[in-house]
C-alpha cells in the first residue's frame, strides 16, 4: 500500500517486490490529467507486477454520484455547452482543474471557456497547440487559463484545463467543446477538481452529468482487480445495496472494467490517530485508539486483498490471473446485483470461502426403467452414490424431475420415490436431476433418464360402415371416428387411411378405411369401415323464363334462354331439350302456337331432372278498318250486302304479301266460324287499293280516317255469309262485336287485324232507300254508307239515312253482258244521261238500276221487230236528241257504246235482227 502523493511508484512497486510482497493494494485514485485507458506509467507497472504474479488489488475509486463526470455526443460540425458550478467554501477554491476526454485522436476538437456572471469572459482556447507542454492565457477578468493537448498510445485524445485565480470566480461556468468533425459526432468525457475538495463537492458538473466511465486511475490498469463497494451495516443505503459513492465502469475505451465488489460502506471501524468524530467531520475529540468507522471503495480493496492473501496461504502456486479468475467465479449474487457481469458490480458479492470450497460430486444413479403400471407408476431413485470431497462436509439433496406429473414423496431424500403421471403419455422420455450442495454453497448436478415401458397395444373399435351422397363429406367428423383404449396411453393417437375403389359412374366409389390406434410406446392395433359414396340426386335444373315472340322472331335457345344445371357432383351435367307445338283452336286468337320446350338435365350417374318453357308464338298484328272512312261500323244483317274490309298496309307491311285463300273473317271472342272474302262475280272481290289509314287507339273506338298513300287490301265480305258463319244472328239488335281477319303471309307467318261492328236495331226507319237492279246479282254501291248499316251490296238491299239525306248510288256499267241503261226511282224512269251514278234526296224510296241486252229495246230480253221499230224512232231523234226522245231507248240503240246513235249504229242492229230473231239477247 502506498500514498500517490508522497511515494513514487517506481520506488515502492520495486521495494514492495523485493520485499516479497504476494499482494499490492493501491488505496488512491485520480480522475483529472488522466487517459484513464489504461495506458499510463503507473498502470503499465501494475500489469508488469500482475505478470509475475503478485496479486494487484485497486479500488475503483468514490466518484458515484458525485457530478465530476459529464459526458455527451457533440453533433458534427456542433458544439455542446457544458456548464459547472464553482461553490463557495471555508478556504476559498483557487485552482479548477477539467480534463476532456474522447476517442478520436485526429479531431482537433475546441474549447471555449465562459466565466460566471451576466459580464462573463470567454476565452477560446486553440484544438491543437502545437506541443504536449502548458501553455496560457490571461483572462480580462483577472483568470489564468492553463491548457494543454495530449494522446495516448492507446488512440485516446486529452485536452486539460486549469482555471487559476486567487479565488476562483463563483458561479456557474461554461465550456463550450466544439466538434470540427464535418461528418462524425465525437463522443466526449469531461472530469473536473479542485485544490480544496476530493471526491465529492467542489466545483462539479450542472449539466450532462454521468455516472458511466467513473472508475479512476490505477484502477484503470488491464490486470487491476478493480473492487466496487456495497453496504452491509445498511448506512445511507439498504444492507446489501451498492453504496452511493461507487463508481460505474467501463473504462472511457469502452472495456469492461469493474471486477469484484466488497463491504465498504462505513462497514469496518478502525482505530483513528487523529482527533475526529466517528463520521470523520471536526467536533469533540477522541483520546488516541478510539474507533471510526471507515468508508470507500479504499474500504472496500482491503477486503479483496485480505481475500487473495487468504488464498496464496491456501495454495501458494497461485498466480494474480489464477486468483482474479477465482474471485470472480465464486462471486455472489441477488436481487442487488442482478444479472452479472455488469459495470456496477463487476461478478458480484466476495465470497472468500466459496473461492477455495471443493463443490461436492452429484450421482443420481441411472437410468431407471419399469413397466407401465397404469395412470401412476412409480419408481425408486437412489443418490446415495453422490459424495464431497471436504470431508465432513454437510450435504443436501434436491430431486426435480421433468416426467408428466412427477412428484417426489421426498425431494430433500437422497432416495425418494418419484411418481409419474401416464394419464397424458404412456411411455413417457423424461428425466431426473439431483443437485448436491455443501455448506459453502458449492453444488453440482447430474441427471439420468426415466423410461417407463409398455409393450400393449390398444383396442381399437371401428364406427359402423355408412352411405353417403357423393356431395356428402365422408370426413371422420361425419362419418364417424374410432375409438381406442390402452392400458396405460389415457389418450392414443388414432389415425386413418383410406383405399378407394372406382364405382359404377365417376362419382361413385368405395372407400375403405382403416383406423390405427397408436400408444405413446408405438404400440397399434387397426379395424376397416367401409364407406359407400353413390349418386342418386338428379341435377338441379332451371328453365329459363317463359317468352313470347311473333311470328318472324327467332325461337332458338340462343334467343329464348337456355336452361342451367348444377349437380351435387357432376361439375357439368349434360343440358338437352326437345320441344312440343300446341296450336289454338279459335282462328281469332293471337297465338300462332305455343312451343312447350322440355328441358332435361342429365348427370354421369344416370340422374335426370326436368322443367318446361313455354314459347308463345304471336301472330303478326296488323291494322284493319272494317267500313273505311265510315263511323260508327254499322252492320245490318239483314242487308243481303257486303262488308267491307280494309287490311290496311303500312311502311312495314305489303298487304301483297298475304297468301290468296288464307285470309278469314271471325268473331274475337271465338263464337261460331268464319266467312271468307268474296272474290265475285257477281260484286266486288279482294283488290289492292288505298282505302284506310291505320289507327292507334283501341279497336273499337269510331275513326273516318281514308286513304294514306300506302296500299291496302281491300276486301269484301257478304253479309248473307258472315251472319250465319260467325252466328251474328244470335246476339241482341246493337251489341258491340269484334271482329278479326286472320291469313297468311308468304313468308308463313300468321297475322290477325281486328276491328268493331254494331249490329242495328231491326226495322225500317224513316229515310229508306230500297235499291234494286233488273238482273239478279248486279253489284251497287251506295255513298254515303249508311251510318247504322253497311254500304253497297248485291241487289235488292235497303238502305236508311236521316231523312233529307242526299245518297249517290253508283251501279256496274255492265254485268254478266248486259249493259247499264239507266236510273228508275219509285218506277219512274228518270235519266237523262247514260250514267252509272244517281244522286237523289232521301225519303222511302225505291231506285233501281235498269241493265239491258244491247238492242233489247223494250226489256222483254228479246232482239225482235219491236225493238227494231224503237231503234228507227230513236235514229231518227238522236240527235239533237229532243226532249221527247226516251233516253233509255237512245242508250239501248247505241249498240257500239260510242256515245250516238248513228249509220254504225243501224247497220249491227239490222244485222242482229236479220240473224238473231227470237233470241235471247245476242250471241
Not at 111 to 124: C, E, S
Not at 156 to 177: F, M, P, Q, S
Not at 226 to 249: E, Q
Not at 551 to 565: F, Y
Request: proline share 7%; hydrophobic share 35%.
Amino acid at each position: 500500500m502506498a500514498n500517490r502523493v508522497d511515494n513514487d511508484y517506481t520506488v515502492y512497486i520495486p521495494w514492495a517486490r523485493t520485499n516479497g510482497a504476494d499482494v499490492m493494494l493501491y488505496e488512491f485514485g485520480g480522475w483529472v490529467q488522466e487517459f484513464l485507458d489504461g495506458s499510463s506509467n503507473l498502470e503499465v507497472a501494475i500489469d508488469a507486477e500482475a505478470a509475475l504474479g503478485i496479486v494487484q488489488v485497486v479500488p475503483a475509486g468514490n466518484l458515484g454520484g458525485s457530478d465530476k463526470h459529464a459526458q455527451d455526443d457533440v453533433a458534427a460540425g456542433g458544439s455542446t455547452n457544458f456548464t459547472f458550478n464553482v461553490p463557495a467554501l471555508v478556504t476559498a477554491i483557487d485552482w479548477v482543474y477539467i480534463t476532456a476526454l474522447w476517442r478520436t485522436t485526429g479531431n482537433d476538437v475546441d474549447f471555449a471557456v465562459t466565466t460566471p456572471g451576466m459580464l462573463g469572459v470567454t476565452v477560446n482556447l486553440p484544438a491543437a497547440p502545437g506541443d504536449t507542454n502548458w501553455h496560457s492565457i490571461v483572462a480580462a477578468d483577472g483568470h489564468t487559463i492553463w491548457y494543454r493537448r495530449e494522446d495516448s498510445s492507446r488512440g485516446t485524445a486529452k485536452y486539460d484545463i486549469t482555471i487559476e485565480r486567487a479565488t476562483v470566480g463563483l458561479g456557474a461556468w461554461t465550456l463550450e467543446v466544439i466538434n470540427n468533425h464535418a461528418t462524425d459526432d465525437e463522443h466526449v468525457d469531461l472530469y473536473i477538481a479542485d485544490d480544496q475538495t476530493s471526491w465529492a463537492g467542489g466545483a462539479v458538473w450542472t449539466a450532462f452529468q454521468s455516472e458511466d466511465n467513473t472508475v479512476t486511475r490505477p484502477a484503470t490498469a488491464d490486470s487491476a482487480i478493480t473492487v466496487a463497494s456495497y453496504s452491509t451495516r445498511g448506512i445511507d443505503v439498504l444492507a446489501g445495496d451498492l453504496s452511493i459513492f461507487s463508481p460505474t465502469g467501463p473504462r472511457v475505451d469502452g472495456q469492461a472494467i469493474m471486477d469484484i465488489a466488497a463491504p465498504g460502506n462505513h462497514d469496518i471501524a478502525s482505530t483513528i490517530s487523529k482527533d475526529m468524530d466517528r463520521d470523520g467531520i471536526a467536533g469533540p475529540d477522541f483520546p488516541l485508539g478510539s474507533y471510526r468507522l471507515f468508508g470507500g471503495t479504499s474500504a472496500a480493496g482491503p477486503h479483496v486483498a485480505a481475500a487473495s492473501a487468504l488464498l496464496l496461504q491456501w495454495d501458494s502456486t497461485l498466480t494474480h490471473v489464477q486468483i482474479k479468475t477465482m474471485l470472480q467465479q465464486s462471486a455472489r449474487t441477488d436481487g442487488f446485483t442482478g444479472v452479472t457481469p455488469n459495470d456496477e458490480w463487476g461478478h458480484g458479492k466476495l465470497d472468500v470461502l466459496a473461492a477455495v470450497n471443493e463443490p461436492p460430486v452429484c450421482d443420481a444413479n441411472g437410468p431407471y426403467a419399469a413397466d407401465c403400471a397404469g395412470v401412476t407408476t412409480m419408481i425408486a431413485l437412489d443418490g446415495t452414490g453422490s459424495f464431497d470431497p471436504n470431508a465432513g462436509d454437510v450435504l443436501t439433496y434436491s430431486w426435480i424431475t421433468d416426467c408428466p406429473g412427477g412428484t417426489f414423496d421426498d425431494p430433500t431424500s437422497p432416495t425418494p420415490t418419484l411418481s409419474v403421471d401416464c394419464s397424458s403419455t404412456s411411455c413417457p422420455n423424461c428425466s431426473v436431476s439431483l443437485t448436491m450442495t455443501d455448506l459453502a454453497g458449492a453444488s453440482d448436478s447430474c441427471s439420468t433418464q426415466v423410461e417407463i415401458n409398455d409393450n400393449v397395444p390398444p383396442n381399437i373399435t371401428c364406427p359402423a360402415g355408412v352411405t353417403v351422397e357423393c356431395d356428402e363429406t365422408t370426413d371422420p367428423s361425419s362419418t364417424g371416428e374410432a375409438t381406442a383404449t390402452d392400458n396405460c396411453d389415457p389418450d392414443p393417437v388414432i389415425g386413418s387411411s383410406d383405399v378407394e375403389t372406382p364405382g359404377d359412374c365417376p362419382q361413385e366409389k368405395t372407400i375403405a378405411r382403416t383406423w390405427t390406434a397408436t400408444d405413446t410406446c408405438g404400440n397399434s392395433s387397426s379395424c376397416v369401415q367401409t364407406i359407400e359414396v353413390v349418386d342418386t340426386t338428379p341435377p338441379d335444373i332451371t328453365c329459363p323464363a317463359d317468352v313470347t315472340v311473333t311470328c318472324g322472331e327467332s325461337t332458338n335457345p340462343a334467343d329464348t334462354g337456355t336452361a342451367s344445371a348444377a349437380d351435387n357432383c357432376d361439375p357439368a351435367p349434360v343440358v338437352g331439350y326437345s320441344d312440343a307445338e300446341t296450336y289454338p283452336t279459335c282462328p281469332a286468337d293471337p297465338v300462332m302456337y305455343t312451343i312447350t320446350r322440355t328441358w332435361m338435365a342429365t348427370d354421369e350417374c344416370g340422374n335426370a331432372q326436368s322443367c318446361d318453357q313455354t314459347i308463345t308464338v304471336l301472330k303478326l298484328v296488323l291494322d284493319l278498318d272494317i267500313k273505311p272512312g265510315s263511323c260508327p261500323n254499322s252492320f245490318n244483317r239483314n242487308s243481303h250486302g257486303v262488308l267491307p274490309v280494309g287490311l290496311l298496309g303500312t311502311a312495314d307491311f305489303n298487304p301483297t304479301m298475304v297468301v290468296p285463300g288464307s285470309v278469314r273473317l271471325s268473331r274475337v271472342d271465338c263464337v261460331g266460324g268464319t266467312a271468307n272474302p268474296h272474290e265475285g262475280p257477281p260484286g266486288p272481290h279482294t283488290v289492292v287499293s288505298d282505302v284506310g289509314t291505320p289507327f292507334t287507339g283501341d279497336p273499337c273506338a269510331c275513326h273516318e280516317l281514308t286513304g294514306d298513300g300506302i296500299d291496302d287490301l281491300s276486301m269484301k265480305f257478304k253479309t248473307d255469309d258472315v251472319v250465319p258463319g260467325l252466328q251474328l244472328d244470335s246476339l241482341n239488335a246493337g251489341a258491340l262485336v269484334e271482329l278479326a281477319v286472320t291469313g297468311t303471309l308468304a313468308d308463313g307467318c300468321a297475322f290477325i287485324a281486328r276491328d268493331c261492328v254494331r249490329l242495328v236495331p231491326p226495322g225500317t226507319p224513316p229515310g229508306l232507300v230500297a235499291v234494286q237492279a233488273d238482273v239478279g246479282g248486279a253489284w251497287i254501291n251506295a255513298h254515303p254508307l249508311d251510318l247504322q248499316l253497311d254500304g253497297g251490296g248485291f241487289a235488292d238491299f235497303e238502305r236508311t239515312y236521316p231523312l233529307g239525306t242526299v245518297v249517290t248510288a253508283t251501279a256496274e256499267q255492265t254485268h254478266e253482258g248486259r249493259r247499264f241503261v239507266g236510273w228508275r226511282l219509285d218506277g219512274e224512269f228518270r235519266s237523262t244521261e247514260v250514267s252509272t251514278d244517281f244522286t237523289l234526296v232521301t225519303d222511302q224510296q225505291t231506285l233501281k238500276a235498269v241493265l239491258r241486252w244491247p238492242g233489247d229495246m223494250n226489256g222483254d230480253d228479246d232482239v225482235d221487230m219491236f225493238d227494231f221499230a224503237t231503234f228507227v224512232a230513236c235514229y231518227g231523234c238522236s240527235a239533237p236528241n229532243p226532249p221527247q226522245c226516251n233516253r233509255q231507248d237512245l242508250a239501248c240503240c247505241d249498240l257500239d257504246g260510242s256515245g250516238t246513235v248513228d249509220l254504225a249504229d243501224f247497220a249491227t242492229f239490222a244485222a242482229w235482227y236479220g240473224l238473231q230473231t227470237t233470241q235471247t239477247g245476242p250471241d
